[in-house]
């Protein structure tokens, strides 16, 4: 990205295209984690959530998990989460339904 | 459930949502329809046979569809939010119009008169200030403009010269009439040199004089138009000094008064006949009851108002009833004592009026009769003020 605003003429320069519609994750310490233009949910149970955000697979898991806000595609999700996974997905369109 | 479109606004506030449970199918395929078509879940929760959400009442309904193809169950657990309270009113809409219309209608009314009410104002110019109002088209039910009370407020400035303000106040639909007292202004009095003469033919007994010049003194007889108090004396060089003249002389006066009274007279009286018409003045015009038009050729009417009101609440209306009393030419045949007493009365009337502090020491009557035609005359010997301005009526 450095590269990208430097060929382009420096810090005044437009963003490059969907940088705003790129996935983001936010964990908060009151145990909220704060997904951004994340993609579908692949699974959803008390004790895993698993999700795609662009061309990675987010997978949380703990107990007592619960979606606390779906709204578009901005997502919260709360509850004791013990363990975070990422996975790189090789063709981020296929995607399960 | 399906709810109108214009409650979407009263959801998506908090004012209807629900609790639903999602169970068997393809929930995570609802959940991305729901990500990808911005349908707004909160609290989602999972559990062995599915999740359980929040979800405003306005967007439930477009799960149904969805749902279905995902082949999952939807069932709405609790209803949350005002709009359920209110769901019943849907089933009495009548209820909601009467409100809606009620409050339109005071709106509305507020521009017309409900009540008069006035603050220091006693009871008898109440009346007055009542009447004044009426004549200015300014009674209860009737639409008050500025014009109007514009109006109203130079009559009653005009018609009250003892009044020292007025003031008309009109603030949705109360009309306040307040008053202050005048203050007594003392007149100028304007220096009159006119002399004071004799109104009558009488006998000085007393004289008060209080500035100018007596030319009479007690015990003197006095002719009618005698001078009696001068203002003008010339001085020893011959100069004349002027004082204005003021006072009282009260003289003894012997005067005859005769007054003509018939028997047999007609006179305009009523007949006992009487009609009346009423009408309602209210905020949709002037509804007229029992209109009937009296055929009376001579009548005296006399019109009274009346505020209508329920119980202690004032109403914009006002009920306004006409009587007509007939009268018509009649014969009246008086007694002879009756013919007497209302030939001396007016006598009486008379000498009062030529002198109003007379105090009557003697009297006597002589009558005559001719044709039935009574012809009273009184002899009176009184004292009174017999002083008058030259030139004076």
């Not at chain 2, 030419?329 to 007379?358: G, H, I, V």
Request: positive net charge; contains cysteine.
């Amino acid at each position: 990205m450095k590269q990208h605003f430097n060929a382009r003429g420096g810090l005044f320069s437009q963003p490059p295209q969907n940088f705003y519609a790129r996935p983001e994750m936010h964990i908060l310490c009151g145990g909220l984690i704060q997904i951004e233009n994340c993609g579908k949910i692949t699974d959803f149970s008390a004790s895993g959530l698993s999700l795609c955000a662009g061309r990675w697979n987010i997978c949380l898991y703990g107990t007592e998990l619960m979606i606390r806000s779906l709204a578009g595609h901005r997502l919260i999700v709360a509850g004791k989460i013990s363990r975070i996974e990422f996975g790189l997905l090789e063709n981020p369109k296929e995607t399960p339904p | 459930m399906k709810l109108p479109g214009k409650t979407a606004c009263f959801s998506r506030a908090g004012l209807a949502g629900l609790t639903f449970e999602a169970r068997g199918g393809q929930q995570e395929k609802l959940l991305n329809w729901c990500i990808s078509h911005k349908v707004q879940l909160c609290s989602i929760q999972a559990n062995d046979t599915g999740f359980t959400a929040d979800i405003a009442a306005a967007d439930y309904a477009r799960l149904h569809a969805p749902a279905r193809r995902c082949r999952t169950r939807l069932r709405v657990i609790a209803r949350r939010g005002s709009w359920f309270h209110l769901r019943w009113l849907l089933q009495r809409p009548g209820l909601v119009l009467g409100a809606v219309l009620f409050c339109w209608l005071m709106l509305w009314s507020a521009n017309y008169l409900w009540a008069v009410r006035f603050v220091n104002v006693p009871t008898q110019q109440q009346q007055k200030i009542r009447a004044v109002l009426s004549e200015c088209a300014l009674c209860e039910g009737q639409r008050v403009t500025e014009q109007k009370l514009a109006l109203a407020r130079r009559e009653l400035l005009s018609q009250s010269e003892n009044w020292g303000w007025t003031a008309l106040n009109f603030y949705k639909g109360r009309l306040v009439a307040e008053r202050t007292e005048g203050r007594p202004s003392v007149p100028v009095l304007q220096k009159d040199h006119r002399p004071y003469v004799a109104a009558a033919n009488a006998t000085i007994v007393e004289t008060h004089i209080e500035s100018g010049f007596a030319q009479i003194a007690a015990g003197q007889q006095v002719e009618q138009g005698q001078l009696l108090i001068s203002g003008e004396r010339p001085a020893r060089d011959g100069t004349p000094v002027q004082q204005e003249p003021l006072g009282r002389v009260i003289g003894l006066v012997q005067r005859d008064y005769q007054a003509v009274r018939p028997l047999w007279e007609e006179y305009l009286g009523k007949t006992g006949r009487i009609a009346s018409k009423k009408s309602l003045i209210c905020p949709l015009g002037t509804i007229q009851f029992a209109q009937r038009k009296p055929n009376f050729k001579t009548f005296e009417s006399k019109t009274v108002q009346e505020a209508l009101c329920l119980g202690p609440i004032s109403l914009p209306a006002t009920i306004t009833e006409t009587w007509y009393l007939e009268k018509t030419m009649q014969e009246r045949t008086l007694s002879e004592k009756a013919a007497r007493e209302f030939a001396q009365y007016a006598c009486l009337m008379q000498l009062y009026s030529d002198f109003p502090d007379a105090q009557i020491a003697a009297r006597s009557a002589e009558e005559s009769w001719q044709n039935g035609v009574l012809t009273c005359t009184m002899h009176f010997t009184f004292r009174a003020n017999i002083a008058v301005r030259a030139g004076a009526s």
